[in-house]
């Protein structure tokens, strides 16, 4: 079945250092979906991806997906405490129906 | 409510024991969406509903696992006889409609087996 991968799965930086999480899909996917989940908390939606290339920016996070919409990454620029959490992709196939298939998530731990 | 209610927030229960789950989703919303959090992962889908519609239960792990949303509303997942293995965190999910749509997650309710 699909499986959507995703590295690493921690990421210690000192605060104002950037940060990359990387997601790789099995299979090609219709559109991908970036959530972040801080301690504790439930999954926050953040930005959804549906065009081969895509690039969207928000703040200090820039979210691409790749050219055959196998692969996304979500990048952060200057991190600060507030960025702490879980970031998770999670794609979509073909069924149309918005089931998302999640990778294990990355971990950000931000140093002050 | 502003947002996806489940209740209870904590559930504990003896391990044979039947438990129930409610998710009451973001009002007007088409799709609802289980989904079962194991501690350190991603969540993983369990099934889908469109309106009162059950859809797809691909995700359910056994026959002891049921789910319903009779009225298009509210849903309520059920456990029967449940194992150590079941214990993780059940998100329920909304979206306004079908498709590639934001989705708004629950508090969550975790479940232990004891």
């Known amino acids: 079945g699909q499986q959507v991968m995703q590295i690493p799965q921690y990421q210690h930086v000192q605060e104002g250092e950037d940060f990359t999480t990387y997601c790789n899909s099995s299979?090609?996917?219709?559109?991908i979906q970036w959530y972040k989940q801080r301690p504790g908390g439930h999954p926050v939606f953040l930005i959804q991806?549906?065009?081969?290339?895509e690039v969207k920016k928000q703040k200090r996070l820039t979210f691409q997906f790749g050219e055959a919409k196998k692969n996304s990454s979500l990048h952060i620029t200057a991190t600060q405490t507030t960025d702490v959490g879980t970031y998770f992709c999670a794609g979509s196939g073909s069924s149309n129906t918005g089931k998302l298939i999640f990778g294990q998530g990355t971990t950000l731990q931000v140093k002050p | 409510g502003a947002g996806v209610s489940q209740s209870p927030r904590y559930k504990v229960a003896k391990r044979g024991q039947d438990v129930a789950l409610r998710c009451d989703p973001i009002?007007?919303?088409?799709?609802l969406f289980w989904y079962q959090q194991a501690l350190g992962q991603g969540p993983e889908f369990l099934t889908y509903f469109q309106n009162e519609a059950q859809l797809d239960k691909s995700g359910l792990p056994s026959d002891r696992f049921f789910a319903e949303r009779p009225e298009g509303s509210v849903s309520t997942l059920k456990i029967q006889r449940t194992q150590q293995e079941d214990s993780a965190v059940y998100l329920c999910?909304?979206?306004?409609?079908?498709?590639?749509?934001?989705?708004?997650f629950g508090q969550g309710t975790r479940l232990t087996v004891v």
């Open positions: 009002s007007g919303h088409v799709s």
């Open positions: 999910a909304s979206s306004i409609r079908t498709g590639r749509t934001e989705a708004f």
């Open positions: 991806l549906v065009k081969s290339g």
């Open positions: 299979t090609t996917l219709s559109n």
